[in-house]
């Protein structure tokens, strides 16, 4: 215990509204570099269109996919409006967690990022967690995803939250419904799947 105590401890002061919200150091290399942060963003878009399209709403997975893809567009037509109403400042931007509308130039609040990963994983979870816990380990995507974010220094912390938290309740309200959105406005033989008509 007196040798813990020797040791330097660093804290650092949070600000913003939660008070938070500071900005981390620098890091993009290894795997925080950006090409793997995009990289996970296309994979899991391709994932949720492909295996929709391939399994079709009939399908138990299909059905999941289809809602993570009303899940994923609803949210991020949610994150993109929030964007632009708090146009907030990123720690790149000035390094100030207080810097809300700030026009154009900012739009920090909340991760789209973040919310894209949290919307995806969440109907997994909660379709499938009561009988496959293990499924609980798909939030490690929105969590690498938030620190590498921060890590860019491109979000604040509480951007990341935020995001989170919009993704996942998007993404849980997208499986209250027993025919997801997407399917409706599709032509039938879209939604089958294609695997069955092989």
């Not at 289809?66 to 720690?91: C, G, H, M, N, Y």
Request: charged share 20%; hydrophobic share 45%; with cysteine.
């Amino acid at each position: 215990m007196l040798l813990l105590s020797a040791l330097p401890i660093r804290a650092r002061a949070g600000d913003g509204f939660l008070g938070i919200d500071h900005e981390l150091d620098l890091n993009q290399r290894g795997i925080w570099a950006r090409k793997y942060q995009v990289g996970l963003e296309f994979g899991v878009i391709a994932t949720e269109i492909g295996g929709s399209l391939w399994l079709g709403n009939d399908d138990e997975l299909g059905h999941t996919l289809w809602q993570t893809i009303d899940a994923t567009a609803i949210s991020s037509v949610a994150a993109e409006a929030l964007k632009f109403s708090f146009s907030r400042a990123r720690p790149n931007q000035g390094n100030d967690p207080n810097q809300w509308f700030k026009g154009r130039c900012c739009d920090s609040f909340p991760s789209g990022e973040v919310t894209l990963q949290a919307s995806f994983v969440t109907p997994f979870i909660a379709n499938y967690a009561r009988d496959y816990p293990w499924v609980w380990t798909l939030e490690l995507l929105p969590a690498y995803d938030a620190l590498a974010r921060l890590k860019s220094q491109e979000h604040w912390q509480t951007d990341v939250i935020a995001g989170w938290v919009l993704g996942s309740a998007v993404g849980y309200w997208a499986t209250t419904r027993a025919t997801p959105i997407s399917v409706q406005i599709l032509p039938r033989g879209l939604s089958v799947g294609f695997y069955k008509r092989f």
